[in-house]
């Protein structure tokens, strides 16, 4: 199984790259499953239900983020709902969202387990 790791997808043109470049790596490279850094994918900072949207139908599979994942609060709609948006796992009980995921391939296994855990040193 081949897995893919993106870092920061920052705003409309890390959107644009995974658009434009992302299907044609995953069709040369064999690429079963991606995992993206979204935190920063709307504007530069933070997420909305759109660009999630947008970038799992680029062909990413688990979106990962980090502090900034709640600076739009558009993203509590869909953070509890959509098992491919992984906020950090090292948050507070309590917190919205989830912080591993065990998602499905198209690959003969059991599936690929994603844990998103964020260092807080230097934090706020």
């Not at 199984?1 to 997808?9: C, F, R, W």
């Not at 470049?21 to 979204?38: K, S, T």
């Not at 558009?74 to 989830?98: F, S, T």
């Not at 995921?101 to 807080?120: D, E, F, I, Q, S």
């Amino acid at each position: 199984m081949k897995i893919l790791a993106i870092g920061d997808v920052i705003g409309r043109p890390g959107r644009r790259a995974l658009r434009e470049l992302l299907p044609a790596i995953r069709d040369e490279q064999g690429v079963d499953f991606v995992v993206a850094n979204g935190e920063n994918a709307a504007g530069g900072s933070g997420l909305t239900p759109a660009v999630v949207e947008e970038i799992l139908g680029c062909g990413v599979d688990a979106i990962t983020s980090g502090d900034h994942i709640w600076k739009n609060r558009d993203v509590y709609q869909i953070i509890d709902k959509e098992e491919r948006l992984i906020r950090p796992a090292n948050y507070p009980a309590g917190c919205p969202g989830h912080g591993w995921a065990l998602l499905k391939t198209g690959v003969a296994v059991a599936g690929v387990g994603v844990v998103n855990v964020m260092g807080r040193v230097f934090i706020g």
